[in-house]
Each structure stands twice: as C-alpha cells, then as structure tokens.
C-alpha cells in the first residue's frame, strides 16, 4: 500500500480476480462505468510488454452527486479508480485510489466532500477486505 492507495494481494489468478473485484465492488454499491485495458493499450500504442492489468473506473452515482453539489470541480477526480494487475499466474494485487487522500490533496475541501470521501473510503476498504475473505472459500 502507498500512501495514496488501498490494496490487498491475493492468491488467485488475474482474471478470476478482475470478476470477483467487479462483483464486490457492486457488493458494497459501486458500479464500473469505465475499464481501460493497460496491457492491451500499452501494447498497441507503444508495443511494449506489460504484465496484464487493468483499471476500473468505479463509481457510486449518489456519492459523486453529492461531491459535485458540494464542488462541482471534483468532477475531475471522478470515477474511483481500481487496478487489478497480475504479479504472476497465481498472485494478483488489487489498489483503489485512497480517497482520503484526495481529501489530503485537496486541501480545505469543505466538510460535505470529505464525508463523501470517508464513504467512499470506508466501501472501497471493506471491498477490499472481502475479496480477501473471500480467497480461502
């Protein structure tokens, strides 16, 4: 983890893990608007190599409505991103972008979107958390 991502790793392979990371993320009330294939991207763009990844741009359409009422410049900073990146064929890491540290970033981001971003932050950290309670099943 650094200091402006939550993560976890798990020991399951990339693709498994890119479904189970779409299915808790909807668990805790996030939808995927966006999904940019980096490996794929990366590839055609600059015909290099990478290890497969992906980032899911997750959004949860209340918080962001909530976000925009408070700073309508916060659009920028929209939707949360998520990356799935394959360590190797059994081990995978999956980090969303803190947003507490979009607060910290931010500066005097006034009272209504650091709540929104303590919500967000508590809903990516507890589908985080499931995706790795959920590996031992």
Do not use: W
Request: proline share 5%; hydrophobic share 45%.
């Amino acid at each position: 983890m650094t200091a402006y991502t939550l993560s976890t790793t798990l020991h399951r392979p990339y693709e498994e893990t890119v479904e189970a990371v779409r299915a808790q993320l909807g668990e805790v009330g996030f939808g995927v608007l966006t999904e940019i294939d980096l490996r794929a991207t990366l590839k055609q763009k600059l015909g290099v190599d990478v290890v497969p990844q992906v980032i899911l741009g997750a959004c949860r359409p209340q918080l962001a409505h909530e976000a925009l009422q408070a700073d309508p410049s916060i659009a920028a900073l929209l939707p949360c991103n998520v990356v799935v990146r394959a360590v190797d064929d059994r081990t995978t890491v999956v980090e969303a972008f803190d947003p507490a540290a979009l607060v910290s970033l931010a500066g005097d981001v006034g009272e209504p979107v650091a709540k929104v971003a303590a919500d967000a932050r508590e809903r990516l950290a507890a589908a985080l958390a499931a995706l790795g309670e959920k590996e031992g099943h």
